[in-house]
């Protein structure tokens, strides 16, 4: 069965901190996302991968980064934390191939508060 | 913009009964429609997935609807079970955007006894 793993179901960190989101995937896909996901907004994109070294800026990149050093791993990365990044974040990897009819598989989620 | 508008936000139903659930969608043209089921504090889990050519698909007792005239989908949940209760997204994949996704809101289900 596949699985994408988030390395933690909760954090909680302060303002100010840098922050690491960790996200690993058995399927060997190249595709790797990053959403978060906050009450009534639905779930937006904030960076994803199609391949190791690869990154491109979602909808809501700012205050984000990410690192794809093997294909198996991404890591989201909150440079400073700040408040208005509480929330539940997740990692997702669809299958590859452009316009594809099989599901996203979703990793559990990593409920992140920042004080 | 692009947009997935879902009603109810939230729905409380008996269990054992039948619920319908909507979307509205703008985006176009799309490649395929897309519908999740989301536990408590667990990820988006694939409950069905239909093309722009389909019109109806079941995973059990889910039936998703689909209508490409109208831009509207809905999921229909038949003889609810307690464990029903979740979040459900409705997601559409626009045409020619590979993997990106366009997510709705979600409607939250709860299945009373």
């Known amino acids: 069965d596949v699985k994408v793993t988030q390395s933690s179901r909760y954090l909680v960190k302060r303002t100010g901190e840098k922050v690491f989101l960790e996200c690993v995937q058995d399927m060997d896909h190249e595709n790797m996302f990053w959403y978060r996901q906050d009450p009534g907004l639905g779930l937006r994109l904030i960076y994803f991968?199609?391949?190791?070294?690869?990154?491109e800026k979602g909808d809501i990149p700012e205050g984000y980064s990410v690192s794809r050093e093997k294909k198996e791993r991404f890591s989201l990365i909150l440079e400073s934390a700040s408040t208005n990044q509480t929330s539940m974040y997740l990692c997702?990897?669809?299958?590859?191939?452009?316009?594809?009819?099989?599901?996203?598989?979703f990793g559990d989620g990593t409920r992140l508060s920042i004080l | 913009k692009n947009q997935v508008e879902q009603s109810p936000q939230s729905l409380i139903i008996l269990e054992g009964k039948n619920c319908t659930l909507q979307?509205?969608?703008?985006?176009?043209?799309?490649?395929?429609l897309r519908w999740y089921k989301q536990d408590t504090g667990r990820g988006p889990v694939s409950l069905t997935i239909?093309?722009?050519?389909?019109n109806t698909k079941s995973n059990g007792r889910y039936t998703a609807t689909l209508d490409a005239d109208t831009k509207q989908s809905s999921l229909h949940i038949t003889a609810s079970q307690l464990s029903d209760s979740a979040s459900y997204i409705c997601?559409?994949?626009?045409?020619?955007?590979?993997?990106?996704?366009?997510f709705g809101g979600g409607t939250r289900l709860m299945v009373k006894p």
């Open positions: 997702a990897s669809p299958p590859p191939g452009a316009r594809s009819n099989q599901p996203q598989h």
């Open positions: 239909m093309t722009f050519s389909e």
């Open positions: 991968s199609y391949d190791v070294k690869m990154k």
């Open positions: 997601v559409v994949s626009p045409y020619n955007a590979g993997n990106m996704l366009t």
């Open positions: 979307c509205n969608y703008t985006v176009s043209p799309f490649s395929n």
